[in-house]
Nanobody, 124 residues
């Protein structure tokens, strides 16, 4: 049993930055692979970034690489997504997810635990 709660979303202008957080509780956090997904209106949920429990391995979607940074603080049981140079197409509900695996994974079905999401809206 794992609970995840996202925060930090909001309304920003294109080119601005935003930092999302995902607080976890329940099962031990440190050994979970974590990820961020997002879902825009009328579209399917898509992978954004993932990080292993050690923090040594990360992987990003092409749309995020170079602009977004995923990180985690195991002592605080918290996952982060630093988003820079935001674009209109980044507008979506952002979800954090957890998987009890020892590698980075990008498939949605691999993740067992999900937060309720936080809205990010980018305006021109």
């Amino acid at each position: 049993q794992v609970q995840l709660v996202e925060s930090g979303g909001g309304l920003v202008q294109a080119g601005d930055s935003l930092r999302l957080s995902c607080a976890t509780s329940g099962r031990p956090f440190s050994r979970y692979t974590m990820a961020w997904f997002r879902q825009a209106p009328g579209k399917e949920r898509e992978f954004v970034a993932t990080i292993t429990w050690t923090g040594y391995s990360t992987f990003y979607a092409d749309s995020a690489k170079g602009r977004f940074t995923i990180s985690r603080d195991n002592a605080k049981n918290t996952l982060y997504l630093q988003m820079n140079s935001l674009k209109l197409e980044d507008t979506a509900v952002y979800y954090c997810a957890a998987a009890d695996v020892g590698r980075v994974v990008i498939q949605e079905y691999e993740y067992d635990y999900w937060g309720q999401g936080t809205q990010v809206t980018v305006s021109s």
